[in-house]
């Protein structure tokens, strides 16, 4: 005899200095949750500890589990579980790729990015829940530079569930930054041969789309119709709950948590998933095994990659160009303060900034730029085999 299991997902809008009402808007969502039938909550964008900790604690008297993951350079990547049930385990894994370090404005890079992975004790099985918040795209219109990124993010979570995965049982929620017909949701779904619950209840892309940001419920988005948002490619859907088969099947699955009721804004500028399983009772059916992927999904995340290695590689020459330009700049300002030309207070100050600038582009080149460089040529080497032996 199977029991329910209700699941919600949502993208909390937590970025320091940039996310509005964060705290208000976190009040209203402990005051919705202790309300609500959820038994467990994945929350990305919860970058910082007081608001990990208001969460928590908010909501503890009824989800007494939960576990805020730590990993980046500054802060975390911003994912938290909640849970009715005890969470017996917990592992994370960060990213390869991981977008820039001077794209400070994007943060993923700062955010230390990965998947989290809570195994939780239900009193049927043993759940093993992951969490991601997969690299944002940030270039709307034309090529985005970070789909390489994506692509090999996507590919690298479905390898770690397959790896730690012991139970029958798992479920994926996030804020995967993809749109379902995206090669990274793709790579993704043949890979870890997890099942959209809200695609296989909702079938019919195009009466019902399941947008999850940027959409006319969010506030942050009122103004603008619905018309308006979808002919110009602004509404999306990116928010997902995965799941498999073997001993979940899903009942329900619907877009939530839009206008805060009585108020005028809303929880976040996404939307949550809602999704409601039956779980069956442990069995001895083998843990989950990734799939292998087709070969037009493997040929696309191929030439994703493949693009953005060479994009690597021009990144490498432009600041190679840049730091020639400063050491010369450099020699100049040497010889100049050696035929005395100009006041030494000059000299020094010139001198010193482009020491200092020269310095920044050289250990950007030594440290980051060969990491990123080798961890491209990995992930190519991944996809190229993957090529070779999809199906």
């Not at 208000?24 to 909550?41: D, F, G």
């Not at 990993?71 to 990547?77: D, H, K, M």
């Not at 994506?150 to 979570?157: F, G, H, I, K, L």
């Not at 390898?159 to 749109?179: H, L, Q």
Request: aromatic share 10%.
């Amino acid at each position: 005899m199977g029991t329910t299991i209700k699941v919600l997902s949502l993208n909390m809008w937590g970025v320091p200095f940039a996310s509005k009402k964060i705290k208000q808007r976190s009040e209203h969502l402990i005051e919705h949750l202790l309300a609500s039938e959820y038994q467990i909550v994945g929350l990305q964008e919860v970058f910082t500890s007081w608001h990990a900790k208001l969460i928590q604690d908010g909501v503890k008297s009824i989800f007494g589990h939960s576990h805020w993951f730590r990993s980046g350079s500054l802060g975390s990547p911003g994912l938290l579980v909640l849970s009715r049930y005890p969470i017996i385990e917990i592992a994370f894994h960060p990213f390869a790729l991981n977008g820039y370090p001077q794209r400070v404005a994007h943060g993923d890079w700062w955010a230390g990015k990965g998947v989290g992975l809570c195994r939780i004790d239900h009193p049927l099985s043993t759940i093993d829940f992951y969490l991601t918040h997969i690299h944002a795209n940030y270039t709307h219109t034309g090529y985005d530079m970070y789909t390489g990124h994506r692509v090999s993010q996507m590919y690298c979570m479905a390898k770690y569930m397959a790896r730690s995965s012991t139970s029958d049982a798992v479920i994926a929620v996030g804020d995967f930054n993809c749109v379902e017909d995206e090669v990274a949701t793709e790579i993704f779904i043949e890979a870890s041969g997890l099942t959209d619950s809200y695609r296989e209840l909702h079938p019919d892309k195009i009466n019902d789309p399941g947008y999850t940001n940027d959409t006319p419920e969010c506030s942050w988005r009122a103004d603008t119709s619905m018309a308006t948002l979808c002919s110009n490619g602004t509404c999306k859907r990116i928010d997902y709950i995965f799941y498999n088969r073997s001993k979940l099947s899903c009942t329900d699955c619907q877009v939530v948590m839009g206008k805060i009721p009585g108020q005028t804004f809303s929880y976040s500028d996404h939307m949550g998933v809602s999704t409601t399983f039956v779980l069956q009772p442990e069995n001895d059916r083998p843990a989950m095994r990734p799939a292998k992927l087709s070969k037009s999904t493997a040929k696309s995340a191929l030439e994703h990659i493949e693009r953005s290695v060479k994009a690597t590689r021009a990144d490498t020459t432009q600041k190679l160009i840049i730091w020639t330009v400063l050491t010369l700049l450099w020699c100049g300002v040497i010889v100049v303060a050696v035929l005395d030309l100009v006041p030494s207070v000059v000299v020094a100050l010139l001198a010193s900034v482009l020491s200092a600038c020269a310095t920044a582009v050289f250990w950007y080149l030594v440290i980051f730029s060969r990491t990123e460089s080798s961890k491209f040529s990995e992930a190519l080497q991944e996809m190229q085999v993957l090529a070779r032996f999809a199906e």
